[in-house]
């Protein structure tokens, strides 16, 4: 693999392991594949093909027995089976009626499994079985250069953040200082440095973030959270940045009864992304609108701009690590937000989508379950 920079290295990985579920699939004849990985108590499909869904529990996945077994572990039909005849992804769901998967070891370690599943009774032949079992030693590889680049880039940012705050403590300190003891030229060098260190520290946490993210995620605390206190919140924080860019921010509708199953912390995170975005790539005395609308077991929060609006190719690199697609690089960011969003919104069973076309503005719209009853 050659690649020039970590967003080409981390794209282009995750382009062989959607090639080799496709590849899977055409192998095993089913309409479902996944490469799939546990965190915790979910199973993340880091690459899926014909299935929409980017993570299930753990105790509700077929992927658990998968990984117990020595080699495939086959289902040849779920509604017949005394284990799964009455599993929600059976009765429910997809309707599962076949499921093959064979383990994956990272550095010597069950980290997964390359599956195959499908709506009908299947049977896989010998050659069939090998073929799965080469396409999952292969994804495994590739799981582990991926997992090997992004702990690169977490040690990298452990090393760099150190330094990084010992350098903004002193420049902190010459800051309060500077109207007293420097020229005004001196004191804008020190003002520049001083932005420009707070820049370093932000990629350098996000970059440590997105580290955990995707190599040792921090449990959520999922609880019922009302959807107008957070959004009011994220106005509020936002409306310096909104007044210094000459943007108005409007909340449409948010119904009072709106609250979504979600951890606090990381819907905040997820709005002020979304909200500081809009902001920043909104055109002067424009306006970003936000609204809140039901579905059937979920919440749709909207946040739409009135910018630019972006390209297909640009929505094709929108959600990959490190991809800025903007062309105004005077706008300050790291390519990591979204990225981060989108995860975070996958990790509390919701989603992030985007819709936008050149010269009609982006509409960020972010789906969140409601709490259980």
Request: charged letters at 20%; aromatic letters at 4%; a neutral charge.
């Amino acid at each position: 693999m050659h690649a020039t920079t970590l967003e080409e290295a981390l794209s282009a990985t995750d382009a062989v392991l959607n090639g080799l579920a496709r590849c899977a699939a055409m192998v095993a004849n089913c309409s479902m594949a996944m490469v799939a990985v546990v965190h915790a108590d979910q199973v993340w499909f880091r690459a899926r093909h014909g299935l929409d869904v980017p993570a299930v529990p753990l105790e509700l996945s077929f992927c658990r027995h998968a990984m117990a077994s020595a080699g495939l572990f086959e289902v040849f039909d779920a509604q017949t089976h005394p284990q799964f005849a009455a599993h929600p992804l059976v009765v429910d769901g997809p309707r599962l009626r076949y499921y093959a998967g064979v383990p994956m070891a990272v550095d010597g370690q069950v980290v997964g499994c390359l599956c195959v599943a499908d709506t009908q009774p299947h049977r896989l032949e010998r050659a069939q079985v090998d073929l799965l079992q080469q396409l999952a030693h292969t994804a495994a590889h590739w799981l582990g250069e991926r997992r090997a680049l992004i702990q690169s880039l977490g040690h990298l940012g452990h090393e760099m953040r150190t330094p990084l705050n010992a350098v903004m403590g002193f420049t902190q300190l010459l800051s309060q200082s500077a109207d007293a003891v420097l020229p005004p030229r001196e004191q804008a060098w020190v003002g520049h440095l001083l932005r420009g260190n707070q820049h370093l520290l932000s990629l350098v946490e996000d970059m440590l973030q997105f580290s955990r993210l995707e190599l040792d995620p921090v449990p959520l605390n999922i609880q019922a959270l009302p959807l107008r206190r957070m959004l009011d919140r994220t106005i509020g924080l936002m409306q310096p940045l909104a007044a210094q860019a000459q943007v108005v921010l409007h909340c449409v509708a948010c119904p009072d009864d709106a609250h979504v199953a979600a951890d606090e912390r990381s819907l905040q995170q997820i709005l002020v992304n979304l909200v500081s975005n809009a902001i920043k790539y909104n055109r002067r005395h424009g306006t970003v609108t936000i609204r809140v609308e039901p579905g059937a077991s979920e919440w749709r929060i909207d946040v739409k701009d009135e910018g630019p609006g972006m390209s297909p190719q640009q929505l094709a690199r929108l959600f990959r690590p490190f991809s800025r697609v903007g062309t105004d690089r005077s706008i300050p960011g790291n390519g990591l937000g979204l990225a981060i969003a989108r995860s975070l919104a996958e990790r509390m069973q919701g989603s992030l989508r985007v819709h936008s076309a050149p010269g009609d503005g982006s509409v960020f719209r972010l789906h969140l379950q409601r709490p259980a009853r």
